[in-house]
């Protein structure tokens, strides 16, 4: 309120409605003027049908890909300031220049750009706007909006949004964008009538094989260049355009080129390739199976035989237990009945000699039966022990055929667990194949920043020293002529005495084509105003047929005429 008055304040809800209702509070604040801004960072929404949608989206880059966060101001009690954006926190393989929001300009927009090895990721980033207010350097976080509720058509439903502290970015690692276009990095300077070309640089990758019409967004309509188009099989192109437009903005000028193209697009390819691979890693496994499988039937058979010829050495064994058991108990009666008829030859009595004979031979005959009786038990020992040891070796070997039998079951059922998760990836790689067929999909392709400094004209002009001439004196103001961005056409000179001045006369002249300096010459009355005067000298010109104009103060000096000396 610029002064004191009776006003009147209006006050709509967010449908653009008024509601006679005394439940609803408001509050209206009256204060000084204090000039600030307020900045909000929301995600570009991608490819959209019409400007009647409001989609959700969120800000995540891909590898190779470049990706806009638009910014709006808030400018808040006429503060007209130059306000710097930049993004701090970002990720390693994300980059992002600063951008200027100059005079009272409210919308930009700032450009992630991730290399084509970034690293997965995902945080948050701070996004900050730096000005001068009243001579005091302040920053400004910006809040990020996101939408609520997205809409296929504002008018009849309008969008829901929100404001956060915190703005979140994440990267993929999985993904490269179809495609990268990149401008010059460096601003480029020129004026108004300039004609130039910018180059473009398209990165293609994967399949991507289709034309790209790139059209400018955000350059000022008085020079808004035309779309250019780069065919599918080529990898950089030239924007070209010129400033002709007298009312072309002076300054920094800032626009992107976006493209909108339709490709046929695989979703998830890896998906299906990571089911492959793992179906060639199952295959590979169920071969070593297979050879297992061989070895195990191999070791059964193997102790299935081993079993068979234990099984008959204890049957062998077995057989000899008997007759040995029997020969022995033989051998223990021949050896009793032995000792019985000695005990009763030694009682015997019967004539010596006789008797000392048959004792002799009686008692042989009893060493000779022991001695079978021994070797009776001696092979009745060792057929118990052969039928211990055809035993344990039986068993042993029953136990080897055992564990062959279970090893066999084993990589039998592995085998078929195997063969079960082959089948269910042959049937996942299907899925996937049918799912992630390639489609026809429009999306958006966005460039890096054109960067713009327009100036008013290709020429600067300056005056190296200031003329100090006297009254009724004759002179030259010496201009000099820098020329820019290509121009060399001739510059016609002509300077103005300041309201008051009387008496110098500057003629006009024309600095000819390529030349860098002009003399204007200087005729000074002898009455002309004394003192140092500020003449100003405007320089017209044509570059590319666009009339144009430069101008500068060029000091001037008259001093006043010594005083004649009286005749004698």
Known sequence: MKEDGDYVIMIRDQFGATQDDFGNLYRLIIRREAPDFRLVASPQPGFTANAAQAVQSSTTLRRGDITLVNLTVERRDGFKGDISVSATGLPAGVSCRPVLLAGAATKASLFLVTAEDAPAWSGEITIVGSAEINGQKV???ARAASLVWATGNRALDPAVSRVARTFTVSVSDRESAPAQVSM?????ETCKGAKFEVPIKVARRGEFKVDLVLKPIGAPKEFKPADVTIKAADAAGK??????????????????????????????????KAVAAEKELLAKRKAAIAEETKQATAAKAKSSADVQAAQKQVNAAAAQLPPTAAAVKAAEATAAGLAKKLAALEKAETPPEEKAKAVAAARQALEKAQAAQKDAQAK????????????????????????AEQKEKSVQALTKQVDARI????AKIAALNKANAAKDVTFAVVSTPVRLNIHATPVRLSVAAAPQLKQGAAGELVVKVERLFGFT??????AAAPSGVKGVAVSKITVAEGQTEGKLPVAVAADASVGEHKFSVKGTLKFNNVALESSLEAPLAVQAAAAETPKK
């Open 139 to 141: 920053e400004r976080q």
């Open 184 to 188: 010059p990095e460096a601003v480029v």
């Open 239 to 272: 924007l070209v355009f010129s400033l002709a437009n007298a009312k072309t903005p002076l300054g920094a000028q800032t626009f992107y080129l976006r493209a909108t193209p339709k490709f046929k697009y695989s979703r998830n390819p890896e998906a299906a």
């Open 380 to 403: 009745a020992t060792a057929a118990t022990k052969a039928k211990t040891d055809a035993d344990a070796a039986l068993a042993k070997n029953k136990t080897a055929l055992t564990a």
């Open 423 to 426: 089948k269910a990836a042959d």
């Open 489 to 494: 056409g001739p510059v016609t000179l002509q």
